[in-house]
RNA sequence: GCCCAUGUAGCUCAGUCGGUAGAGCACUUCCUUGGUAAGGAAGAGGUCACGGGUUCGAUUCCCGUCGUGGGCUCCA
């Protein structure tokens, strides 16, 4: 093109205006940039306001309380933090600093690592900085004179980041005297950063990979105001009251023991609703044609060689010998999965094409050896059941039968009110088992079942099982968490190993395919989960105690016994509290144990022999006659 | 497994600048027989996670082990 001309043509807000070239996008919004303005989009990039135009563009303000705005506010606040901890503890290293789902993170190279008492000091020099109003300065530099200043600055971390990237051009970003290697763009001056809070400190390994050095993270959260900061930190306060690790305890559901780290003692309440959980299974399975089995805990390792498990598993199993070992070699293993053990069912036979497909449930315990750190309540254990199933059937049913999953898992999710469910499909992973041909074959199997079946279709790279690719199933709770619940994986590999085979309708032997798949998931995570949307508040039918008769005083202490016999013999969980206590005490301790039903009973209620029935977290009473009383219950839903 | 923090009664937590510990709730007994979220009193309950070290003396300081929590990594 010709010389620049000393004009350009800049659209906002729907009017052309006439600027001089190298005019900033701030004086191109000319005061419609108000103070919650952090950034602009120029053509739809995101840009910083003191960009210069250097063309006829178009130029949209962005507020700080747009998801954009809010990103770059974070990413801002993670760049104060920095300036911070650098100014209170020289010979730190800065690394990176990106903004995640609800704040940012930065992770340092210190001398030592960071404490949470460290924590409060850098808040406040962070707010010093913030006050100060030091204006972000952006500065482009020529790569190999970023590589030479970062290198006399002693950052070796980002030397080593400016040598990765393939740009001769990068950008900087000054504040003060603070400068850090950014892609930006950034809030004008930290006077904009109001509204943050250091969440915490971690370790973690540079790059993700822990060959690596162990750096020090220190996490944060920021908003645009100080409300919305406040809403925040609320949020997780009440995520914090509804772990279910605590609503565990104070529910008597399932405890933990350090004699057996990872592996939850399931309580009498909480085996209620784990086996409600399993019945509930055992109903769908009937209507979805699947048949039950139980199979061996403990296998010769010949199977675990045979399924690659000992290849691609073994950090993950437990193994053991028995009295007559010989050698140090374990001779047996946990299963960590049921499908190498229903290979052999599926093989105990000569298999025709009429017996597919073969559906094999199993709710088997399984050991799985999860590193120490990993471990967290019923969510991350080591040992759990699934409601675990294996589909044997011909390549041409593969398609129906995980349209027929994903409905039943539809049912499921239901209800229990999960919704917004978002799904995956995890790519093959590096340890895995088969040629690449067949795993991108089955990769887009599994990623048209789910556009087939109207689902979400993301990919999540290398996330596969070792035998084969997934699509895996995120839950959100009450309080936004996803959680990976169910899980559909197709295998071509397992049936090979096993050399499975059936007849063809033609008279010819073919290979089964194996379609691994879980709903709950595991019953441990699901039961962990369940708890944290509920806040401990189960439907009807998962309810431990669905009835809790309350006697008012001594004189109706029978009936009130009769009551609950009454309930239980009507098939429902029923208790009477007759202990010496006002009924006041008495309704508080219902209404802490989450009893959906409240039967009060008193000298009234046994003359007309009715209750007066409260609702879990309804003030209100109403007076039933008995048969009324068991006529609700009855009427209170199973799942379909 | 790695980094940081942490471990005191069943639970939630005080406390001991080194001289072997305390509250509330829960539990037991007694009094109270009470109408929809805590009636009163008394009692019992702890090798201060475990193992070493320093010290006249360790629950307290140091080291290690185990567990737990927040992350990293891994995964249902």
Partial sequence: MGSAA????????????????????????????????????VNGRLCDLGRPLEEDCRVEPVSASSPEGLAIIRHSTAHLMAQAVQSLFPGTQVTIGPTIEDGFYYDFAPARPFTPEDLPRIE?????????????????????????????????????????????????????????????????????????????????????????????????????????????????????????????RELNLFLFDPIAPGSPFFLPRGTVVYNELVAYMRRLYKRYGYQEVIT?????????????????????????????AHGPEPEYGFKPMNCPGHTYIYGAEKRSYRDLPLRVADFGRLHRAERSGTLHGLTRVRAMSQDDAH?????????????????????????????HIESKVGTMPEKHLGGEQTWRETEAMLEQALLRNGLSCEINPGEGAFYGPKI???????????WQLATIQLDYNMPERFNLTYTTSAGAEARPVMIHRAILG????????????????????????????????????????????????????????????????????????????MAVVGEREMAARSVSLRVLRGAKSQNLALENLLELLKNEALPS
Wanted: neutral net charge; hydrophobic residues 40%; aromatic residues 8%.
């Fill in 6 to 41: 000393p004009e350009i043509d800049v659209m906002v807000g729907g009017q052309s205006r006439r600027l001089r070239r190298g005019a900033t996008a701030r004086e191109a919004l000319d005061g419609q940039a108000g103070p919650d303005v952090v950034a602009v989009r």
């Fill in 124 to 248: 406040a020099r962070m707010e010093e900085l913030a006050r100060a109003n030091l204006a972000v300065e952006r500065i482009e530099e020529p790569r190999a004179a970023a590589i030479e200043r970062f290198r006399r600055m002693g950052e070796a971390y980002k030397v080593e980041i400016l040598a990765g990237i393939p740009e001769d051009q990068v950008s900087l970003y000054r504040q003060g005297e603070w400068i850090d290697l950014c892609r930006g763009p950034h809030v004008p001056s930290t006077g904009y950063l109001k509204a943050f809070k250091l969440t915490g400190t971690a370790g973690a390994y540079w790059r993700g990979d822990e060959r690596n050095p162990m750096l020090s993270r220190i996490y944060g959260t920021a908003f645009a105001g100080r409300e919305a900061l406040k809403e925040h930190l609320e949020l997780l306060e009440l995520a914090r009251q509804r772990d279910h690790r605590r609503l565990g």
């Fill in 296 to 324: 061996p805990q403990l296998f010769r390792n010949e199977i675990w060689r045979t399924s690659g498990h000992w290849e691609m598993f073994r950090d993950n199993m437990y193994a053991t010998s028995d009295a007559e």
């Fill in 391 to 419: 589909i044997f059937c011909a390549p041409e049913q593969v398609a129906g039968e995980i349209d027929a999953n994903l409905k039943m898992m539809r049912d499921v999710y239901q209800a229990f009110g999960f919704e």
């Fill in 472 to 482: 895996e199933i995120y839950v959100p709770d009450a309080l936004k968490r996803r």
């Fill in 522 to 597: 595991s019953l441990e995570r699901f039961i962990g989960v369940l708890i944290e949307h509920t806040g401990g508040v189960l439907p009807f039918w998962l309810a431990p105690e669905q009835v809790r008769v309350l006697s008012l005083s001594e004189k109706v202490e029978q009936y009130a016994s009769e009551v609950a016999r009454l309930a239980r013999q009507a098939g429902f969980r029923a208790a009477a509290d007759l202990r010496n206590e006002k009924l006041g005490f008495k309704v508080r301790e219902a209404e802490l144990s989450k009893v959906p039903y």
